[in-house]
């Protein structure tokens, strides 16, 4: 399973950025898929996740100015981020808690998580 992640990059505070992170490869299911995000010299946090039935789950931070969504058909977790603070500024990593597909065993292997590459969010004051 590999995750491609787009849409980050420079803004300034106050403004707007919208994430994507599709997953292809061989899956057989997709439970919770989310954002992290870590910032030189912090642990890696979470932003926000949603389960495959749309529960969702925000960093204290962030609610009320993100908002995770989901295309299930197309495997892909959205993060549109508005009222954007410098300190959000980050590496944002796409998460998914999925299942791959063993074709040599015909059979779904068993979930585990998968990561993207990051995106740099850089929020200028």
């Known amino acids: 399973v590999q995750l491609v992640e787009s849409g980050g990059g420079l803004v300034q505070a106050g403004g ?24 030189p010299g912090k642990q890696r946090e979470l932003v926000a996740a949603m389960s495959s039935v749309g529960s969702t789950n925000y960093a204290d931070s962030v609610k009320g100015r993100f908002t995770i969504s989901r295309d299930n058909a197309k495997n892909t977790v959205y ?47």
């Open 79 to 125: 993060l549109q981020m508005n009222s954007l603070k410098p300190e959000d500024t980050a590496s944002y990593y796409c998460y998914a808690d999925a299942r791959s597909w063993d074709s040599s065993s015909w059979s779904p292997r068993k979930a585990n998580d998968y990561w993207g590459q990051g995106t740099q969010v850089t929020v200028s004051s």
């Open 16 to 39: 707007s950025l919208r994430l994507s992170c599709a997953a292809s490869g061989s899956i057989f299911s997709i439970n919770a898929m989310g954002w992290y995000r870590q910032a």
